[in-house]
C-alpha cells in the first residue's frame, strides 16, 4: 500500500480537496481522504503544498505508430491499398518504445488513444494505451478497440485522386462508408458475400469489425473538418443508427446547433494549435471555444502527434483560457471527457475509489508552462521521479 | 398560430400578375400558404407586410446546377463534381459533396432563388444522384426538399473525352460503347431485382437502378446531338422509365417524339462559348420552339457554367426570343419542380404549397428588377441590404 500525504487533490469529479490523502492498493485507487490512517502502508509521499491530478488523456494521437526519429518513410497509418480497413487492429503497430511516449508521461499524460490514419475511409480500430515506456502489452492496454477510425473530406479525395482509385472526391467516400455499413447490417441478419476464397476471409474479416459499431457498444470515429463533412457523418450515423465521435471538427462551429441536438462528441485539435496548409483546416477554430462550454457539448483535445507532441497537449490548451473557456472545463476535458469519449471512464479520468491509480503530482497548477511534474503514477506504480 | 400577411397589387398567382389588390395570409409555423384573398378588407391583429407596390412572385427555381459541389475559390479540394475512376455509379450521392455555406447559396437567394436541383457532374455516364434543397433556411439537413431527384447520365463528348484520357479498360472509348455498358448495367440490375435473396443486403447499386425501374425517379440524360436523343429515347422505351433530357440543343428536330414521350427538357443557357463541337448547335429559340410545342421546359444557369445569379437573365432573355412571360417565368418556376418532383411543395403561389416567395420591385423578367425580401417556408431569408442580417 502507499499513501500520498497533504495534497491539493482535483478529483475532476468531485470538488477540489485543498489538503488530503490518498491511499493507493496494488494498481487501484483504494480510499481520498482528508486524513487517512492505516497501518500497512509501506510506502508515504509526502505531497504538502504539491497538486494532484488524474493522469491526463490525448483524446487523438498516433503515438507508437508514427515514431520518432524513423529514418525513412514509411507508412505505418494507412494501409492505402484499400480505402475500407475496419480490421486492421492499431495496438498491432504500437511500439511501446517509441521515444515520444517517455517524454509524454514525463510531462503527465498518462493515456492516450493510439489511432490509424485518415487517408481511408475506414483505417482501422484505434486503441486504448497507457504510457508506459517499454512496458509489455497486457500492462499498457486498456482497450484493444475503442472505435473504428475513418476519415472524410480531403485526405482521402487526395490521395486517392493522386492513384485514380475510389474515392477521388467526397460522393464516392461518402457511399463507401455507407455500403460498407449497408454491408455489416446484413451481416448481422445471416446475409454472406458471394466471393472467391482468397478474398472472403478478409471481407468477412472486415464484416465482423464493423459489428461493434452496428450495435452501437464502439463509435465510429470519423475525421472531418468541413461542416458539411461533419454534416455527411452526422447524416450516415443517423442512417444506421450507430455512435458517432467526430474527430478534428474544426467547422463543427458552424453547425453547433446540429451537433448540441444529436449529442455528437468532438474531439478537438490540432488545428489552432498549429498552422495546417491544408485547404479543409482554415477555419479559426478557437476563437469560438467558448460556445462549446456554454451549450454542455462533450469535448476534449488531441494533438495528432506527431503534428504536435503529445508532451504538448497541456502547454496548448494553457492559451486556450484566453478564448473565454475556463480552466476547470479544460480539465474536464483533458481528463474525464477524454475517457468518456474513448468509453474508458470506468478506468480512468478521475481520481475515486477503484478506479485506476494513475495520478500526476506537480509543483503548481497543469497548465501553467513552468509547472513541474514530480511524480507520475500508473497502475499504482511510480514511472516518473523528479 | 403565427400568421403573416404581404399585401400587394401584384400577386402573381400562376405566374401571371393579377392587377388586383390582395393578399396572402402565410402559416409561419408550417411554412405554408394558407390563403390567398382578393379585396381590401384585411383582418386585423395579424402582422402586416405592405409590399402594395412589389411584385410578388414564387422563389425562382433552378433544377440544374452543380452549386456547392464546386466551391467558389477552394481550389481542386472544394471540387467534388466528378468521380472518374468508374464510367457507372448510381449510387453516389450530390449531397454528400454540396458545400451549403459556399457564398452563391446567398447569391441565388438574393436574386430571389429559393430551390435548386444540385446534380454530379458529366464525367462519368453515369454520375450519380441528384438532391433538390433550399438555397436558405438554416444548415443542410433543414434545407433538404427532396434526397433523390434523379439519377444523372451523360452521352456525347465529355464522358468520352474523360474515358478516352483513362487509360484502363473499364471505360468504354466511342458512344456505341457507352449506350452498350449502360444497358448491360441496368439489365445487371433487373437481374439481381428479380431474384432478390432472402436475407435483406441493400447493395446501393440495385437500390439506386430499382428507384429508377420503379419510376421513382427518371433519368436526367445529358445529351447534345440528335443521335444521342435517340438513344436515350430508345433506352427510356427499352426499360419503360421516365427520363429528363438535359441541355439537349437538338430536340428542336426531334419535337414530336419528345411531345409524344412526354420528355421533359432542361436547356442550357445559350449564350455560353461553344467550347466543344457538340456545342455548335446552341440556338437561342430553342425554349420558345420546344415551349410552343407543348414540351414541358426549364431553364437553368448550369452554375458554374454560368453564375446562378443570372438565372433571372436567361429567362429574361428567352423573352426577347419569343417566350411569353408567362411561359418564361413558367420555366423558371413551376417547370423546374415538376422536373425535380417537388410541385407538390412549391413551384407556384397556391394554397397549401409552401410559403417560397420572393418579392421584387419591378417586373421579375425586367433587367433592372431586383427582390427586395426573399421568404422560404414563411420565414424571411434575404432582406435588400441586410445581406446577413436574417437566416
Same mark, same amino acid.
Given at each position: 500500500m502507499l499513501l500520498i500525504k497533504n495534497g491539493k487533490i482535483f478529483p475532476v469529479t468531485y470538488p477540489i480537496i485543498s489538503k488530503g490523502d490518498i491511499l493507493i492498493h496494488k494498481k487501484k485507487i483504494k480510499k481520498i481522504d482528508e486524513n487517512i490512517q492505516c497501518e500497512s502502508v509501506n510506502k508515504y509521499i509526502d505531497a504538502t503544498g504539491k497538486f494532484i491530478y488524474p493522469g491526463l488523456i490525448d483524446c487523438h494521437t498516433h503515438l507508437g505508430l508514427d515514431e520518432a526519429y524513423k529514418w525513412y518513410d514509411k507508412e505505418e497509418l494507412n494501409e492505402i491499398g484499400d480505402p475500407i480497413t475496419p480490421h486492421l487492429r492499431a495496438i498491432d503497430g504500437f511500439n511501446p518504445n517509441d521515444p515520444g511516449i517517455t517524454e509524454a508521461m514525463q510531462n503527465g499524460i498518462t493515456s492516450v488513444t493510439a489511432t490509424t490514419g485518415s487517408i481511408q475511409i475506414l483505417s482501422g480500430q484505434a486503441a486504448a494505451v497507457k504510457l508506459i515506456p517499454n512496458g509489455a502489452r497486457q500492462d499498457f492496454l486498456i482497450k484493444p478497440c475503442i472505435g473504428i477510425k475513418g476519415g472524410l473530406g480531403e485526405n482521402p479525395k487526395k490521395y486517392y485522386k493522386s492513384i485514380n482509385m475510389m474515392p477521388t472526391n467526397r460522393m464516392a467516400s461518402a457511399f463507401l462508408l455507407r455500403q460498407?455499413?449497408?454491408?455489416?447490417?446484413?451481416?448481422?441478419?445471416?446475409? $454472406?458475400?458471394?466471393?472467391?476464397? =482468397?478474398?472472403?476471409w478478409n471481407r468477412l474479416e472486415k464484416l465482423k469489425a464493423l459489428l461493434p459499431v452496428i450495435q452501437r457498444k464502439i463509435?465510429?470515429?470519423?475525421?472531418?473538418?468541413?461542416?458539411?463533412?461533419?454534416?455527411?457523418?452526422?447524416?450516415?450515423?443517423?442512417? #444506421?443508427?450507430? $455512435?458517432?465521435?467526430?474527430?478534428?471538427? +474544426?467547422?463543427?462551429?458552424? %453547425?453547433?446547433?446540429? %451537433?448540441?441536438?444529436?449529442?455528437?462528441?468532438?474531439?478537438?485539435?490540432?488545428?489552432?494549435? +498549429?498552422?495546417?496548409?491544408?485547404?479543409?483546416?482554415? #477555419?479559426? +477554430?478557437?476563437?469560438?471555444? $467558448?460556445?462549446?462550454?456554454?451549450?454542455?457539448? *462533450? #469535448?476534449?483535445?488531441g494533438s495528432d502527434h506527431?503534428?504536435?507532441?503529445?508532451?504538448?497537449?497541456?502547454?496548448?490548451?494553457?492559451?486556450?483560457?484566453?478564448?473565454?473557456?475556463?480552466?476547470?472545463?479544460?480539465?474536464?476535458?483533458?481528463?474525464?471527457?477524454?475517457?468518456?469519449?474513448?468509453?474508458?471512464?470506468? *478506468?480512468?479520468?478521475?481520481?475515486?475509489?477503484? $478506479?485506476?491509480?494513475?495520478?500526476?503530482? =506537480?509543483?503548481?497548477? %497543469?497548465?501553467?508552462?513552468?509547472?513541474?511534474?514530480?511524480?507520475?503514477?500508473?497502475?499504482?506504480?511510480?514511472?516518473?521521479?523528479? | 398560430m403565427k400568421e403573416l400577411i404581404i399585401i400587394s397589387k401584384n400577386i402573381y398567382e400562376n405566374n401571371q400578375p393579377k392587377k388586383k389588390e390582395g393578399y396572402l395570409v402565410i402559416d409561419q409555423e408550417q411554412g405554408k400558404i394558407k390563403d390567398i384573398v382578393w379585396g381590401k378588407d384585411i383582418p386585423k391583429n395579424i402582422c402586416t407586410i405592405d409590399f402594395s407596390n412589389y411584385h410578388v412572385v414564387t422563389g425562382l427555381i433552378d433544377c440544374h446546377t452543380h452549386l456547392g459541389l464546386i466551391e467558389n475559390g477552394h481550389g481542386e479540394m472544394g471540387n467534388d463534381l466528378n468521380e472518374t475512376t468508374q464510367p457507372i455509379l448510381p449510387q453516389i450521392r450530390a449531397l454528400d459533396g454540396v458545400d451549403y455555406l459556399d457564398p452563391y447559396f446567398q447569391i441565388a437567394l438574393s436574386?430571389?432563388?429559393?430551390?435548386?436541383?444540385?446534380?454530379?457532374g458529366p464525367a462519368n455516364i453515369v454520375a450519380g444522384q441528384g438532391c433538390a434543397i433550399y438555397t436558405g433556411h438554416g444548415n443542410l439537413h433543414s434545407r433538404i426538399i427532396k434526397e433523390n431527384i434523379g439519377i444523372k447520365c451523360a452521352f456525347g463528348e465529355i464522358p468520352q473525352k474523360y474515358s478516352q484520357k483513362n487509360t484502363t479498360n473499364i471505360f468504354p472509348k466511342t458512344k456505341m460503347g457507352m449506350i452498350s455498358l449502360l444497358r448491360q448495367k441496368i439489365d445487371t440490375a433487373k437481374k439481381t431485382i428479380n431474384s432478390k435473396q432472402k436475407i435483406e443486403h441493400i447493395d446501393l447499386e440495385t437500390e439506386a437502378w430499382q428507384m429508377v425501374l420503379s419510376k421513382e425517379i427518371p433519368l436526367r440524360i445529358h445529351v447534345y446531338r440528335n443521335y444521342e436523343i435517340d438513344s436515350a429515347i430508345s433506352i427510356s422505351k427499352e426499360y419503360n422509365i421516365n427520363i429528363?433530357? &438535359?441541355?439537349?440543343?437538338? !430536340?428542336?428536330?426531334?419535337?414530336?417524339?419528345?411531345k409524344k414521350n412526354k420528355i421533359p427538357i432542361t436547356c442550357n443557357p445559350y449564350f455560353i462559348f461553344p467550347s466543344r463541337r457538340e456545342q455548335l448547335s446552341n440556338s437561342p429559340y430553342q425554349p420558345k420552339i420546344?415551349?410552343?410545342?407543348?414540351?414541358?421546359? !426549364?431553364?437553368?444557369? @448550369?452554375?458554374? &457554367?454560368? !453564375?446562378?445569379?443570372?438565372?433571372?437573365?436567361?429567362?429574361?432573355?428567352?423573352?426577347?426570343?419569343?417566350? /411569353?412571360?408567362?411561359?418564361?417565368?413558367?420555366?423558371?418556376?413551376?417547370?423546374?419542380?415538376?422536373?425535380?418532383?417537388?410541385?407538390?411543395? /412549391?413551384?407556384?403561389?397556391?394554397?397549401?404549397?409552401?410559403?417560397?416567395?420572393?418579392?421584387?420591385?419591378?417586373?421579375?423578367?425586367?433587367?433592372?428588377?431586383?427582390?427586395?425580401?426573399?421568404?422560404?417556408?414563411?420565414?424571411?431569408?434575404?432582406?435588400?441590404?441586410?445581406?446577413?442580417?436574417? @437566416?
Open positions: 460498407s455499413l449497408y454491408d455489416a447490417v446484413a451481416y448481422i441478419n445471416g446475409w $454472406k458475400p458471394n466471393e472467391t476464397s =482468397t478474398t472472403l463509435p465510429l470515429r470519423i475525421h472531418a473538418h468541413r461542416h458539411y463533412d461533419i454534416l455527411t457523418a452526422i447524416r450516415i450515423a443517423q442512417e #444506421f443508427k450507430i $455512435k458517432l465521435v467526430i474527430e478534428h471538427a +474544426t467547422e463543427s462551429f458552424l %453547425i453547433l446547433k446540429e %451537433i448540441k441536438r444529436l449529442k455528437i462528441p468532438l474531439v478537438l485539435g490540432p488545428n489552432g494549435f +498549429t498552422v495546417s496548409e491544408k485547404n479543409e483546416s482554415g #477555419f479559426e +477554430t478557437f476563437s469560438h471555444i $467558448k460556445h462549446l462550454q456554454n451549450k454542455n457539448i *462533450l #469535448f476534449a483535445f506527431p503534428v504536435i507532441a503529445t508532451a504538448y497537449l497541456p502547454r496548448m490548451l494553457s492559451k486556450l483560457t484566453h478564448y473565454g473557456i475556463n480552466e476547470s472545463s479544460l480539465l474536464q476535458s483533458l481528463t474525464i471527457n477524454a475517457a468518456r469519449i474513448m468509453g474508458c471512464e470506468k *478506468l480512468i479520468g478521475s481520481i475515486e475509489p477503484d $478506479k485506476d491509480a494513475d495520478l500526476v503530482i =506537480t509543483n503548481g497548477p %497543469i497548465f501553467n508552462p513552468r509547472t513541474k511534474v514530480e511524480y507520475v503514477f500508473i497502475n499504482g506504480e511510480i514511472v516518473f521521479q523528479r | 436574386e430571389g432563388i429559393t430551390a435548386v436541383g444540385i446534380l454530379p429528363v433530357l &438535359e441541355h439537349a440543343p437538338d !430536340a428542336i428536330k426531334k419535337t414530336e417524339a419528345i420546344l415551349a410552343d410545342a407543348g414540351i414541358t421546359v !426549364a431553364l437553368s444557369s @448550369n452554375h458554374p &457554367e454560368i !453564375a446562378i445569379n443570372y438565372l433571372q437573365t436567361i429567362a429574361g432573355l428567352s423573352c426577347r426570343y419569343g417566350l /411569353t412571360e408567362k411561359q418564361s417565368l413558367d420555366c423558371v418556376t413551376l417547370n423546374p419542380a415538376k422536373i425535380l418532383g417537388i410541385d407538390k411543395f /412549391t413551384g407556384s403561389l397556391s394554397i397549401g404549397k409552401n410559403a417560397d416567395i420572393a418579392c421584387w420591385n419591378g417586373s421579375p423578367l425586367d433587367w433592372k428588377s431586383k427582390p427586395v425580401c426573399v421568404f422560404i417556408k414563411g420565414k424571411i431569408v434575404y432582406q435588400e441590404g441586410n445581406k446577413y442580417a436574417v @437566416n
